[in-house]
């Protein structure tokens, strides 16, 4: 009887393995510098000692100096990504699930004072997984805008959240712990919920027929758009509210 041929997935290169867990290893050490010494701790000959290389794996590892501190904001990102998947959706409240996420952000910045300034305290880096991290945000800034709940454009919306959180941290971190008040956390939290949302929903009916039904019924009393425009959109309208 035949045997029929195996196919094997191919080995991973254990050189790239060993690389990755170099890597790993070297950005946990400049991490603990970081979080230790501040950023003036973290020099290549410390993190070389602390990871137990020579320098010259550091350089060829990352370049330089600024390329490691690029790969340990990445990874500082990544985690706080990791920290905001944990958030459990709520459909049926779209404003405590960000109420939830602005939490998350101040807690993990807390946490972390090191590490979070490095990664928005230098907006230059991390560039590709900061805007993941705000495409995030922005999907439920939009599931609150589709419940009616939203007072203002959800790019502004969205702005104001990371603003008010970034400002929370770096506000609290510069501050003599004396003089810390946990209610400075709370209160500018509600006022961001305050700001970029509304108690009562603009439009009751849920989906975009209600919605599509209660723009139609403004659109006389608009001025900002031609008569083609307003024609132009009353049509779509009328398409969308049925």
Known sequence: MPVEPTHTRPAAD????????????????????????????????AVADAAGLQPPALYRLFGDKEGLLD??????FTRFLAAKQQIDPAPQDPVKELRDGWDVVVEFGLANPALYTLMYGEPTRSTAVF???FERLKERIRRIAAAGLLSVEEGLAAQIVHA??????????????????????VTLREAMITTVTTREPAVREPGPA????????????????????RHLLTEWLQRLSV
Do not use: H, K, N
């Open 71 to 76: 790969a340990v904001a990445v990874y500082g």
């Open 164 to 185: 008010t959180a970034g400002g929370a941290v770096l506000t609290w971190l510069s501050m003599p712990e004396s003089e810390r008040d946990p209610a400075l956390l």
């Open 210 to 229: 209600g919605a599509a039904r209660a723009l139609r019924a403004a659109l006389p009393g608009q001025s900002v758009l031609s008569d083609a425009e």
């Open 131 to 133: 805007r993941i991290g």
């Open 14 to 45: 254990p050189g790239t393995a060993a690389r990755e867990q170099t890597r790993r290893r070297v950005v946990d050490a400049a991490i603990d510098l970081l979080e230790r010494g501040g950023r003036d701790a973290v020099t290549t000959r």
